[in-house]
């Protein structure tokens, strides 16, 4: 007994240490890769910028805490149409933070990529706040219900269990967003921002765009569609989708006077 005794003593001893050296090791080499990984990053995006430039950005990127980034939890791939005109419409991929129970906002790029183009941002809010706005400010936003319950709303590289959990609370939210670029014009962001507003029904976003999303990302948006019938179908408050009354509020610029 004394000699099983001291042989566990003995092991104890020894493994504790062990454990502690492989958890360093572990966490040293998760830190490699991450720092890796946004080495090679920067360097992709880098080609063609002068060589100080392109070390400046390795080590910001390296040294630099960048809190708000890192609180992005939800990455989502979607389509947006302009306010005003139902022909244009882009693929939006939105990286969002849950900021308070009720309210995410989100940074919308064209892609996900390393080099995508920053191309707007979206604040989606509960129903029971939206309910809760001024008339003239409702028309500013749109409901999520056609894009989650047709699969159109995505969220890539998520279980669909845990996919259909989260959309099951999204389904009931509504949106308010504009793009500062608009890509599918220039190549450049040129212009005023632009209100944007989401599809509310079958037939008005265009098929190819779809199958194409659905092709690059490897997924179907018409099994996800079947995936979520069993998500309860909200109704749309009023003053949402403005736009399908037949006038709607587009941003323009104004001269005015300047306040001194």
Excluded at 44 to 59: N, S, V
Excluded at 90 to 114: G, K, M, S, W, Y
Excluded at 176 to 185: A, E, P
Excluded at 231 to 258: H, I
């Amino acid at each position: 007994m004394a000699f099983t005794q001291g042989t566990h003593r003995r092991r104890g001893s020894s493994r504790a240490p062990a454990i502690g050296i492989g958890v360093a090791a572990g966490v040293t080499a998760a830190a490699g890769l991450l720092l890796g990984r946004k080495a090679a990053t920067i360097s992709k995006i880098g080609k063609g910028h002068p060589l100080k430039h392109r070390a400046l950005d390795l080590a910001a990127g390296a040294m630099q805490p960048k809190y708000p980034l890192d609180a992005m939890s939800t990455y989502l791939n979607g389509f947006h149409l302009y306010a005003d005109d139902m022909g244009r419409q882009v693929e939006a991929t939105h990286f969002c933070i849950h900021l308070q129970h009720d309210l995410h906002q989100c940074v919308i790029f064209d892609r996900n990529a390393p080099d995508a183009r920053l191309i707007g941002i979206e604040y989606i809010i509960s129903e029971e706040r939206f309910r809760g706005l001024p008339e003239d400010e409702k028309r500013l936003w749109h409901s999520h219900h056609y894009e989650v319950k047709s699969g159109i709303l995505t969220a890539p590289g998520i279980p669909d269990m845990a996919e259909h959990a989260y959309f099951e609370d999204l389904v009931t939210t509504y949106g308010k967003t504009f793009h500062t670029w608009q890509y599918d014009r220039d190549d450049f962001p040129y212009g005023i921002p632009q209100l944007m507003m989401a599809f509310t029904e079958d037939g008005q976003a265009a098929d190819e765009m779809i199958r194409a999303r659905d092709e690059r990302l490897g997924i179907s948006t018409s099994r996800k569609r079947r995936n979520r019938a069993d998500v309860p179908m909200p109704e749309v408050a009023a003053g949402a989708n403005a736009w399908e009354s037949g006038r709607t509020v587009q941003t323009r610029l104004e001269e005015t006077d300047f306040e001194r």
